[in-house]
């Protein structure tokens, strides 16, 4: 197993898992790697990626980024950026500053789908399951939508993009996966 969405204590808005004990447990479940996922910054990458060639686990950077929503701007999707090598590193560093710089709605840094596509090299895109653009259509009942949206995510992302699927007992999880799951296939 290797966890590619953790939140840590620098993830300021939803993260409690502290560096130190990331990796003790790292090391406890014998695992290979691990990717850091704060909240649309990068704050915790020195520390991370210390902790992580100390303990001998491989570090993978990456972000989770809140996608704009071009017809609700105040309700933006979810999405999880990794960074596949270094220019995938660089474009995240990119995507992350533009979103400060000119992306910002109500002081939260919004990505622009237009940015990901100009800068896609050295990336993997996870589709941020139901609260993602593909997630959130599907629960729309809004089939068509869905497969636009995934349309552009591989044709951006070709070999790199990856939808969500995740089960931890919350509201309406199940019919999304029922629908991710047919989609997908």
């Known amino acids: 197993f290797i966890h590619l969405n953790i939140h840590t204590e620098y993830s300021i808005s939803d993260g409690i898992v502290r560096i130190g004990d990331l990796f003790s447990e790292c090391v406890a479940q014998?695992?290979?790697?691990?990717?850091?996922?704060?909240?649309?910054?990068?704050?915790?990458?020195?520390?991370?990626?210390?902790?992580?060639?100390?303990?001998?686990?491989?570090?993978i950077m990456g972000v989770?980024?809140?996608?704009?929503?071009?017809?609700?701007?105040?309700?933006?999707?979810?999405?999880?950026?990794?960074?596949?090598?270094?220019?995938?590193?660089?474009?995240?560093?990119?995507?992350?500053?533009?979103?400060?710089?000119?992306?910002q709605h109500l002081g939260v840094p919004i990505v622009k789908r237009e940015?990901?596509?100009?800068?896609?090299?050295?990336?993997?895109?996870?589709?941020?399951?139901?609260?993602?653009?593909i997630g959130k259509?599907?629960?729309?009942?809004?089939?068509?939508?869905?497969?636009?949206?995934?349309?552009?995510?591989?044709?951006n992302f070709p070999d790199r993009f990856y939808m969500e699927l995740q089960r931890v007992g919350r509201a309406n999880e199940n019919e999304y996966l029922e629908r991710a799951v047919d989609l997908a296939y």
């Open 115 to 133: 940015w990901l596509r100009l800068l896609s090299d050295g990336l993997i895109v996870i589709s941020g399951a139901k609260e993602g653009d």
């Open 137 to 155: 259509a599907l629960l729309a009942d809004d089939l068509d939508k869905a497969r636009r949206f995934l349309n552009f995510w591989r044709d």
């Open 64 to 103: 989770d980024v809140w996608l704009e929503n071009e017809k609700k701007q105040s309700e933006p999707f979810k999405l999880l950026l990794l960074a596949q090598n270094q220019i995938g590193f660089n474009n995240i560093l990119k995507i992350i500053s533009r979103s400060y710089i000119e992306g």
């Open 30 to 59: 014998n695992m290979p790697a691990v990717a850091l996922a704060d909240q649309s910054n990068l704050f915790a990458m020195v520390k991370f990626y210390k902790k992580a060639i100390a303990n001998g686990i491989k570090p």
